[in-house]
């Protein structure tokens, strides 16, 4: 593979002078030369504006090279004129156009990739400011996304590590073939928004062997309403990965306009988060099939500015306003899953929108108190009338479902709070399995199953 170092093309290197437009040489020599390797050499670190990816080019980041992006606002490009006034915008108001400022950017840029054991520095804090002393946000919305690709196929991001991102750190959109291979993204757990993985109305993606610490989700499916225009997201394989995060772990919504579905994860380690495994539908997108294995789920309230109250495991679809419908969830599997946390399993549909054909198997949900904040609530935002809700904390918390089944699963109890109550608290649901099931009640005056306007399913052992 030929290889062109950006040294030679009249980057400096020095921290200090913005190395830009020698670095976009470099690219642009390697792409009219039919592809190859665009070097950062180890020891040095690269100031730059944003930089355009290319078609067949490899920005290649040695290790103990730093690529920093610039702090200041007019050098980034823009896909997108828009800007989200947060004065105006409502809670839970989705991303709806393409990323307004871009640092990494790359548009009909097959082959592209971003490589090596260096460094991206994102240079997130010269956009934000500390609202409280629990997180920082910005004065604009959205603020910079690090990586944007968009419309490009066989892409490849391996290795790198990427910090201190003020927004969504690596977005592919409208892509497919899209490998996504051992990087690592360390982003304060205060930045508001640092999402970690966002792939966007992508086919065929592979996120394998990622740690990821990030505030917000660390990897999060979308098909949003900017990119509408592309396909749904589908066959997506997440495996190996170790996550830390302040909201969901990894998530499925809540941008949901197109479809989701055949969907793997498996072999992950989730610590410290806010919630698990989240499938959040407002929109009319779809979700189903979907299969989790082999996964380690740690929770804890980070603190209420936060979406989720420690939910292990998320499947909730309501209308996202008055003029959008959310789209169904169906054919849902939990395989081996070892939930530890303040809260437990959550499964919310509506009246006229059950969350359907859900299965857990060799499983274990256990509640136990570890933070300072308070129990007895579940996080249903966004949504017409959904908000933080009281209600008692069970192992499994079921509304509006149908063919529901619980198998070869333990329920149980650590540190007790004052809200914890049932193993199992169902109502409005049709075909519920508990088979083998193992739980008991938090107190000795609870129930440890609780069922309203419940049917039985096939195989139900009481």
């Not at 020599?29 to 078609?55: M, N, P």
């Not at 690529?67 to 004129?81: E, F, M, Q, S, V």
């Amino acid at each position: 593979m030929k290889e062109y170092n950006v040294l030679q093309y009249g980057a400096r290197g020095d921290g200090a002078t913005n190395d830009a437009a020698a670095i976009q040489r470099a690219i642009d020599a390697c792409a009219k030369d039919g592809g190859g390797r665009v070097v950062l050499e180890s020891g040095h670190t690269f100031y730059s504006d944003s930089l355009r990816l290319k078609k067949n080019v490899d920005l290649h980041l040695q290790k103990g090279a730093r690529l920093k992006a610039t702090g200041d606002i007019h050098g980034y490009i823009r896909p997108n004129r828009q800007i989200n006034d947060p004065k105006t915008a409502l809670i839970g108001n989705p991303v709806t156009g393409k990323p307004s400022f871009v640092f990494l950017y790359g548009y009909e840029a097959d082959g592209c990739a971003v490589t090596g054991a260096g460094t991206i520095d994102a240079n997130g804090h010269a956009f934000v400011k500390r609202k409280d002393q629990y997180y920082v946000t910005g004065d604009f919305y959205p603020r910079p996304t690090v990586i944007y690709v968009e419309k490009s196929d066989h892409i490849t991001f391996r290795d790198f590590t990427v910090t201190d991102a003020p927004f969504w750190t690596l977005h592919p959109a409208g892509c497919d073939d899209v490998l996504i291979d051992k990087i690592r993204i360390l982003n304060d757990l205060d930045v508001a928004n640092s999402d970690g993985i966002d792939p966007d109305h992508c086919s065929n993606v592979r996120i394998l062997g990622c740690h990821i610490v990030c505030a917000d989700d660390c990897i999060c499916l979308k098909t949003s309403k900017g990119n509408a225009e592309y396909g749904p997201c589908e066959n997506i394989v997440i495996d190996g990965c170790t996550l830390v995060s302040t909201s969901a772990a990894i998530k499925i919504g809540t941008e949901g306009v197109g479809d989701f579905r055949n969907i793997l994860v498996s072999n992950c380690i989730i610590s410290r988060s806010n919630r698990g495994l989240s499938i959040q539908i407002r929109d009319g997108g779809n979700v189903e099939n979907v299969s989790y294995s082999n996964i380690i789920i740690e929770t804890r309230r980070f603190c209420p500015d936060w979406w989720g109250t420690a939910e292990p495991i998320v499947l909730t679809t309501f209308d996202r306003d008055e003029n959008t419908k959310s789209g169904r969830i169906k054919n849902i599997r939990f395989f081996n899953i070892a939930a530890k946390g303040e809260n437990g399993v959550l499964i919310h549909g509506t009246e006229n929108n059950r969350i359907e054909n859900v299965r857990f198997e060799n499983c274990s949900v256990t509640l136990t108190k570890t933070s300072k904040w308070p129990c007895g609530l579940y996080d249903l935002r966004p949504g017409v009338g959904r908000d933080v809700t009281p209600q008692n904390n069970a192992a499994f918390f079921i509304r509006h479902a149908k063919d529901i089944v619980i198998e070869k699963t333990d329920a149980a109890w650590g540190t007790l709070c004052e809200n914890y109550q049932h193993a199992v608290d169902a109502a409005d649901t049709e075909n519920l399995s508990l088979i083998r099931f193992h739980g008991i009640a938090a107190t000795p005056t609870a129930e440890a199953i609780k069922l309203r306007n419940v049917t039985l399913g096939a195989g139900h052992e009481t």
